[in-house]
């Protein structure tokens, strides 16, 4: 079926001020202004009354994370304090059941915010969580989003001089062993694929340098992307330099991760030389503005990583040092703070930049992040009739700059995931009934 997405009140495309056409899940055509499409289509959407961009990618998030917002052990400290706090109560709480609806409510979020391609950095393994991949998947798969999962790991507790309690890890062998087990099953390297796979070791303070290694030499073999934190905060570059004598990206060379298949977490604490390096292996890095400001962690060098080559994409982080799912509010925290940073040139288009073109790159994908003929049909719109928006002239400009945090439709590979602000096939009421209630054993559990 051929649909024509209609003269929308603004879109962020060239050449499209006349709508695009969907077919078979793919964009096939953009219609100028005044014009119509070239070929007869089956269904018109009139879109005149919503602002039109390339649906969000979020490239970096703890989905279980929601499960502890706002959790008064944790909140008004800096990220050793911070994980100090909360690993104890993940490790002993976190069950198949209740990561379910963390990854519902987290992916029901990030849809409802305008995304549409999600990516959660899922490292913590308690006993009997195996099937945490199959989780996501499920989940992901029923809501019609697309994700990478992001098979993550620990496997250094604090008595082998990590960070993670003895609940929250397992044996390098096991996790690679799963890897493989989740390449086989879910891993779709085609265009326009929902599922795909990355493997993403915690961080350099709570894995092992093996994992690191042999992590890298499976993406190698399966063409897989790779994923971890990386120069989040200055504990992490003291904690380099006293364990391995060099600084987290040497390190990330030392262990064969200084490759354009990885994408890091956070990379706030880069000197110049590491850009420049960074850049010239195109090593993509997430920028996260709400998590990074909340624990005040600092600010990613997002210009100057940028210039030196380096894909810079958006992420949410963990619903913990975060408290929402909300990419469109860390598109426009990402402006904010980089116009603290450098100056009010960072523009509304730059966060949107990283969010939709840059956060591609980062997860290795060139059929997704713009409208544009051959690219998937994934789409976020938005109405301007709240409040907030009266008086905007520039309609593009007015989604950052005024603070817009819900989608009123979305569309994912040619169909409709969210209308009228809500999700298909999701009762939200419940889903919060039940995600409280399973959040309630992590206050009461401590």
């Known amino acids: 079926m051929r649909l024509w997405i209609k003269s929308p009140l603004a879109i962020l495309a060239k050449g499209a ?3 695009f056409v969907v077919d078979n ?3 096939t055509e953009l219609v100028s202004s005044g014009a119509s499409p070239s070929v007869p289509v089956d269904e018109t959407f009139d879109a005149s009354s919503h602002v039109v961009i390339p649906g969000l990618i979020n490239t970096h998030h703890h989905m279980f994370q929601t499960l502890t917002r706002a959790h008064p052990n944790a909140i008004n400290k800096e990220l050793f304090a911070w994980l100090e706090a909360l690993f104890p109560i993940w490790s002993r709480n976190l069950k198949p ?4 609806l963390a990854s519902r409510l987290a992916l029901t979020e990030l849809l409802m915010s305008g995304c549409t391609t999600v990516s959660d950095h899922q490292y913590l393994y308690t006993p009997g969580l195996d099937a945490a991949m199959d989780i996501q998947a499920e989940e992901a798969t029923a809501l019609g989003i697309r994700m990478t999962l992001t098979r993550g790991s620990l496997n250094l507790t604090e008595e082998d001089g990590g960070n993670a309690p003895e609940g929250g890890v397992q044996d390098a062998d096991t996790i690679l062993a799963d890897c493989e087990r989740v390449i086989g099953r879910y891993h779709d390297p085609r265009p326009g694929a929902m599922l795909q ?3 993403a070791p915690c961080a350099p303070f709570n894995v092992t340098k093996r994992l690191m290694v042999e992590s890298a030499k499976l993406a190698d073999k399966y063409d ?8 989040e905060t200055r504990d992490e570059i003291d904690y380099c330099q006293s364990k391995f004598q060099c600084r987290p990206v040497d390190y990330l060379e030392e262990v064969g991760w200084l490759t354009d ?3 890091v977490a956070h990379g706030i604490h880069f000197n110049d030389d590491e850009v420049k390096r960074l850049g010239r292996h195109k090593v993509g890095v997430c920028h996260c503005p709400t998590s990074n400001m909340v ?7 997002t210009r100057e990583l940028e210039a030196a080559g380096s894909p810079v994409g958006l992420g949410v982080d963990g619903s913990a040092s975060n408290d929402n799912s909300n990419l469109m509010e860390g598109v426009r925290h990402a402006m904010m703070i980089n116009r603290l940073t450098y100056d009010a040139t960072v523009t509304h288009l730059d966060a949107f930049r990283w969010a939709t073109e840059g956060s591609a790159a980062c997860l290795g994908r060139s059929d997704i992040g713009a409208i544009a003929v051959g690219k998937q049909a994934d789409v976020a719109m938005y109405r301007l009739d709240e409040l907030r928006f009266s008086g905007a002239g520039d309609p593009l400009a ?3 700059l005024c603070g817009a945090h819900a989608a009123d439709r979305v569309m994912v590979k040619g169909k409709w995931r969210v209308v009228d602000g809500m999700p298909l096939g999701i009762d939200v009421a419940r889903l919060r009934a039940e995600h409280g209630a399973a959040a309630r054993a992590f206050l009461e559990n401590i």
């Open 97 to 100: 059941e209740n990561l379910r």
């Open 398 to 400: 007015a989604l950052v």
């Open 295 to 301: 624990l005040a962690s600092g600010q990613c060098r």
């Open 261 to 263: 298949r990885v994408w």
């Open 25 to 27: 899940g793919v964009i």
């Open 197 to 199: 796979v990355a493997m």
């Open 224 to 231: 897989c992307r790779l994923h971890t934190h990386l120069a």
């Open 17 to 19: 001020e006349g709508g």
